[in-house]
């Protein structure tokens, strides 16, 4: 398996398609309005303005925006909540009209390399069992299935959907490119 962090820094690195790159930077209250019409966008039944200035504004919550290099246009965002070393992404969200750029593996790479370096050791999140496109990047990145909720989603149509709880092993990458770190600083060249 390649490097967690050059696999994610690799990924930040891959161009839009709809040519401008975004930007990925952290967020807050201020772009709750922004973050509530993209939740809108991409759920059936999405988080208030209210609900996002109240998590973007907690101290245990982490956000990251995708924007537009030069309008600022949110594209994007990610928000996960920590405690202690383990964390929760609670949503990710892209513009429809930004979809398949590669704007969520750039927001989910940067977010993760945040998480490494506040030592998160586990993060977890639940998807929708329906949303193929989102599964597949949280397995691009790594998260295995580690259980399911039953009925979890509201759907459009009024029906319920399952939600996939997923993990990733944040602290064993992280260990790995310590121990890979540590072993080059201390290297001497020979001679």
């Known amino acids: 398996m390649p490097n967690f962090f050059a696999k994610t820094l690799s990924l930040l690195r891959y161009p839009m398609q709809s040519g401008s790159l975004p930007v990925i930077r952290r967020i807050g209250r201020e772009r709750a309005a922004d973050c509530a019409a993209l939740h809108a966008l991409s759920f059936a039944h999405p988080w208030t303005v209210a609900e996002l200035e109240q998590l973007l504004g907690a101290k245990e919550c982490l956000a990251d925006g995708a924007l537009d290099g030069k309008t600022q ?11 202690a070393d383990e964390a929760e992404i ?12 590669g704007i969520g593996a750039k927001l989910l790479a940067a977010h993760l390399a945040k998480l490494a370096a506040a030592r998160v050791k586990t993060l977890f999140l639940e998807v929708d069992q329906n949303n193929v496109a989102a599964r597949a990047l ?35 990458r992280l260990s790995s490119r310590e ?13």
């Open 90 to 101: 609670l949503t990710i969200a892209v513009d429809p009209a930004h979809r398949k750029a």
């Open 179 to 191: 121990r890979h770190d540590s072993l080059g600083s201390n290297s001497k060249p020979s001679s």
């Open 73 to 83: 246009s949110l594209f994007g965002f990610i928000l996960s909540r920590q405690a």
């Open 138 to 172: 949280y397995a691009r990145f790594g998260f295995s299935q580690v259980g399911e909720r039953k009925a979890y989603y509201r759907t459009a149509d009024g029906s319920r959907a399952t939600a996939l709880v997923m993990r990733l092993d944040l602290d064993e």
